[in-house]
């Protein structure tokens, strides 16, 4: 039984929308070069998985010269928050307040960061209040 398609990349294409998203527009050389900090993999694999996330829709690409250079066609911010919205409801039934829990209890967070995460915290109770 084939496992059914996922709506969001997997975690090698996750890897080649973070090279595309940081370096910008990459040839598949370009793209296995940067991934080779990370984990080292064949011309060949980067070049099928890129085709494979240009029919998915996740890059797009043009011919320049005897290659093709890639570039994203999904947002960064759009993919990250899909992601999250998908481990939220799969793993924490939809529970924001299990979410922060299990990341404040997992995580190494500083004091400056949970002044940040209280500010932030504030400023959205006060923004819900104007909403009312």
Known sequence: MTRPASRYPTELEL???KVLWQDGPSTVRQARDALAEVRELAYTSVMTVMNIM???GYLK????GRSFVYSPRIAEAET???LLGD???RA???SARAVMLS???LGDVDEAELDELRDLIDKTIKDKGAEQ
């Open 15 to 17: 890897e080649i929308l």
């Open 87 to 89: 481990v939220v409801e």
């Open 80 to 82: 990250k928050h899909g």
């Open 61 to 64: 690409r043009k011919k320049n």
């Open 54 to 56: 240009t029919r998915k």
């Open 92 to 94: 924490f039934n939809g």
């Open 103 to 105: 990341l404040l209890e």
